[in-house]
């Protein structure tokens, strides 16, 4: 079973490592309208850690370690479809081609989303659930976004 507190580390290690994730392939090219874009998803990847970190530190420490009796790692493991969860780096630096890379963080954003669909009801407070749904709501525009880019080969280019 799972605590409060190890479903929010998840979450805060997903979103690090998409900030991670997004660094590396920033890091992979010279082009300004890639490098913008990748800046931009650390930038969320990093606001959404921190809003995970806030929301433990907010918890009362007998919510913090109760256990979320119906969720178990074998659930998420079904949930997931054998899929990495995004908990495992990518390695962006090992891809070649930047379709790749936009294929790649369009996978770790619709893991992401998954979980935190999947979060969502077990949370008690109506605003936390509020705001998490307006991270899930970030997370599909960034889908969205990579997924207008990689179907516009004018911008493949310029990345």
């Keep these: 079973m799972f605590t409060i507190k190890e479903l929010i580390d998840i979450?805060?290690?997903?979103?690090?490592?998409?900030?991670?994730?997004?660094?590396q392939a920033k890091a992979k090219t010279t082009r300004p309208a890639f490098k913008e874009l990748m800046q931009w998803l650390v930038d969320q990847e990093l606001e959404h850690a921190q809003w995970f970190r806030d929301l433990g530190a907010r918890l009362p420490e007998e919510t913090q370690t109760s256990a979320v009796q119906e969720i178990d790692p074998a659930f998420i493991e079904n949930l997931m479809g054998g899929q990495s969860f995004s908990l495992d780096d990518v390695d962006f630096a090992a891809l070649e081609q930047f379709q790749d890379v936009f294929n790649a963080a369009i996978e770790l954003e619709n893991d992401t989303i998954l979980f935190y669909e999947m979060l969502l009801p077990f949370i008690d407070n109506p605003l936390t659930a509020e705001q998490l749904n307006l991270i899930i709501k970030e997370e599909?525009?960034?889908?969205?976004?990579?997924?207008?880019?990689?179907?516009?080969e004018t911008a493949l280019t310029r990345c």
């Design 11 to 23: 979450a805060i290690r997903i979103e690090q490592n998409g900030a991670t994730a997004y660094q």
């Design 140 to 152: 599909k525009g960034h889908v969205r976004r990579l997924q207008e880019m990689l179907a516009d």
